[in-house]
C-alpha cells in the first residue's frame, strides 16, 4: 500500500495548508481564534483526514476519511469566500486559493468513486 505522502492529492492538500497558514499570518489578531482558526483547522483537516484513511484497514474506511476531507475542503472554500468578503484575503489571492481548494475536491471525489467502483468489482466477481 503507497504511503500517504506520495498521494497527489495529499501533496496539492499538504501545499494548501503551507499557503494558507502563510496567508493568515497577516489576519488581524482579533481574529487569531475566529476565521484564522477555521481557515487553518479546515485545510489541515483536509490533508490530516487523506493521511488517517490511508493509515486504516481498507478502501471502505479510507473512501470514508476521503468523504471527510471533502467536507472541510468544501468548508475552507466558505471560510476562503468569508476572508475576501471582509478584505482580508484580495481577490486574486482568494480565487487562486479557491480554485486549488476545488482541484482538491475534484480529486477526493476522483478517488472516492474509484474505491468505490474497485469495491463494487470485488462484489461482483465474489458472486
Not at 38 to 47: E, G, H, M, N, P
Not at 65 to 91: I, N, Q, V
Request: with cysteine; proline share 1%.
Amino acid at each position: 500500500m503507497q504511503h500517504f505522502t506520495r498521494l497527489v492529492v495529499w501533496k496539492k492538500a499538504h501545499g494548501l495548508s503551507l499557503d494558507i497558514y502563510r496567508v493568515t499570518q497577516g489576519f488581524p489578531r482579533a481574529e487569531l481564534y475566529g476565521l484564522t482558526g477555521q481557515l487553518r483547522r479546515a485545510v489541515v483537516s483536509i490533508a490530516a483526514n487523506i493521511a488517517e484513511g490511508r493509515g486504516r484497514m481498507g478502501d471502505g474506511e479510507f473512501a470514508r476519511f476521503l468523504r471527510y476531507a471533502l467536507g472541510s475542503a468544501t468548508e475552507l472554500e466558505c471560510h476562503l469566500l468569508l476572508a475576501r468578503d471582509l478584505s482580508l484575503l484580495s481577490a486574486e489571492g482568494s480565487e487562486d486559493l479557491q480554485r486549488r481548494a476545488q482541484e482538491v475536491e475534484r480529486m477526493l471525489a476522483s478517488l472516492v468513486r474509484k474505491l468505490e467502483q474497485r469495491k463494487r468489482h470485488q462484489l461482483t466477481a465474489k458472486s
